[in-house]
Every structure is written in C-alpha cells, then in structure tokens.
C-alpha cells in the first residue's frame, strides 16, 4: 500500500488549506482512512478519521477541519480552515484494515507533509 500526501505548506493564521493522499496498492476495499499529525517536539496525535457512518474528529480540532473521501476511496481529504500556529505540525495520512486499529496504530503511513501557521 502507498499513501502519497500533498497540500501542505505555509500559511499565516486564519488561512486554509487542503491536505489529499492518494492511496494506491490496495486490494481490499474494506479499509479505514484517517490522518494523524506531529507537532515540532511533541508526540503524533490523531486529528480525524473517516468511516462509512461518518466521521471522528480530535477536540482541537472540531469545527474547524473536515475529512473526506472520494466515491472511488483512492484519496482521502482534509480540509483545515482557521487555522492557528497550534496546527503546525507534520501531517501524515493512514490506513488500516481493522477499524479501531486505524483511531491508534494504522499500519500504512504516508511520508508527511509538513503545515507551518503562523
């Protein structure tokens, strides 16, 4: 499986941006997507992840970031408006066959792509 993000960048607080992953290698359509980032020092945290009944979204970030996925489930999708210098961080896409597997420790990572606010 490889998961490709891109979308990131600088951008001054208040702005938005889009993050995609494109997702391709696997067989099994029965997988879970979400993303996970890492904040300069700090531990990898979960921001939002997607099932078939909707959605979960970290505290931090309700409200503000949405999760999405196409019909084909080859991209998954997060848009993040107002952000803040709190939401710089690296962010990485993931997937995982097993649905509570992919809320902690997925087993497919993307390489990252790196939101600086400021």
């Known amino acids: 499986v490889q998961l490709v993000e891109s979308g990131g960048g600088s951008v001054q607080a208040g702005g938005s941006l889009r993050l995609s992953c494109a997702i391709s290698?696997?067989?099994?359509?029965?997988?879970?997507l979400a993303w996970f980032r890492q904040p300069p020092g700090k531990e990898r945290e979960g921001v939002a992840r997607?099932?078939?009944?909707?959605?979960v979204y970290a505290d931090s970030v309700k409200g503000r970031f949405t999760i999405s996925q196409d019909d084909a489930k080859n991209t998954v999708y997060l848009q993040m408006d107002s952000l803040n210098p709190e939401d710089t961080a690296m962010y990485y896409c993931?997937?995982?066959?097993?649905?509570?597997?992919?809320?902690?420790?997925?087993?497919?990572w993307g390489q990252g792509t790196q939101v600086t606010v400021s």
């Open positions: 290698g696997r067989s099994n359509e029965d997988y879970f």
């Open positions: 993931a997937s995982d066959a097993d649905c509570n597997d992919i809320a902690t420790n997925p087993i497919d």
């Open positions: 997607i099932y078939s009944g909707g959605q």
